[in-house]
Nanobody
Framework: VQLQASGGGLVQAGGSLRLSCAASGRTFSSYHVGWFRQAPGKEREFVVCFKWNSGNTYYGNSVKDRFSISRDYAKNTVYLQMNSLKPEDTAVYYC????????????????????WGQGTLVTVSS
């Protein structure tokens, strides 16, 4: 599956952005879709894992209660809604996908994913 991430930009603290991760080549059916972010000089950080078939979602502690996932079946796209943005949310955001077996646990490590989008930059000004 090929992934295309988009939607990044510059926003003031407290604002919102919505990122998109569109799949091509096949559908997201049976996949886990993950979002990660990487700030300059820091390791890639887990943001959220979304199980396409079940709709179950697991959020990283730093974004819980502020970020949310939604999907569009027709567009084969996953959206990451980011609210109450903080300067520390500034990073390049990547979407990723991996096949997820039925009942498997959430995938939270970058190494677990074998399909990656190109990244989209989110900058939150104070």
């Amino acid at each position: 599956v090929q992934l295309q991430a988009s939607g990044g930009g510059l926003v003031q603290a407290g604002g919102s952005l919505r990122l998109s991760c569109a799949a091509s080549g096949r559908t997201f059916s049976s996949y886990h879709v993950g979002w990660f972010r990487q700030a300059p000089g820091k390791e890639r950080e887990f943001v959220v894992c979304f199980k396409w078939n079940s709709g179950n979602t697991y959020y990283g502690n730093s974004v819980k209660d502020r970020f949310s996932i939604s999907r569009d079946y027709a567009k084969n796209t996953v959206y990451l809604q980011m609210n109450s943005l903080k300067p520390e949310d500034t990073a390049v955001y990547y979407c990723a996908a991996k096949r997820g077996a039925l009942g498997s646990r959430f995938s939270t490590a970058p190494a677990e994913y074998d399909n990656w989008g190109q990244g989209t930059l989110v900058t939150v000004s104070s």
